[in-house]
């Protein structure tokens, strides 16, 4: 029996306290505003920012307030990070958004379908949307870090959205995928395995795979970059958990020492 009423309501809090939208040294102050606004019309509440351009203690001015509309309670309890790993701790799945493709190919997903393993993968832990610079957008480490790449389909002639125009519609498929979601019912869109790495530990993994890896000799320290996202992404796909992560760097430890090289 499917639960009704204030239980449907409860339900969909707890997936909607899950997700937070992550801003990545967002330049313009009334932007970050914007995108609490964007948030706060969907019931969403969780804004982190790494390294905002304003300033940790001076993004929340009054062209974010203004532009905010209501949502101060947002600016007042957004987090603020020095690097996107620390942003995305504890988190289970990360979606970063993109308006171009990357020359390495990265699974890519529309809003709709990023929205529903947001929401699928939220009943079981917390996840995260990355938001890049208004510029620039994502590079290719921080994109590194996210499982799968989200784009909005645009005119090709005129592709790039605003920061907040982008977060609002992330935002809103999110809220469609509430009630009554068929990615609920769909145990195809999320892993429901409670002890998955989450993004620090499997931030820690690949660090280590990657010392092991130039200790013996394998990867150059000074080229491995295209070698460590490709790394990275083959593990994000297949998604361990926290007892084969260990078993994983149990098995880089064992290598570095018959090297002689350092764990």
Known sequence: MRPTGNADQARDDAILARIRFVLVETSLSGNIGAVARAMKNMGLARLALVRPRPGASGFADAEALARASGADDLLQAATVHDTLPEALAGCRLVLGSSARLRSLEWPVLDPAAGAARLV???????????????????????????????????????????????????????????????????PRLADSRPDLATAEEMDGFHDHLMRTLIGIGYADAEQCATLSRRLRRLFHRARPDRTELNILRGVLAKMALRSGGAD
Request: one cysteine or more.
């Open 120 to 186: 699928a993968e939220a009943t079981h832990g917390d996840v995260a949307l990355v938001l890049g610079r208004e510029r620039t957008g994502l590079s290719n480490d921080e994109l590194a870090l996210c499982h799968f790449l989200v784009q909005i389909p645009t005119n090709p002639d005129f592709s790039s959205l605003n920061i907040a125009a982008a977060a609002q519609v992330f935002a809103y498929e999110v809220r469609c995928h509430l009630p009554g979601a068929a990615a609920l019912a769909d």
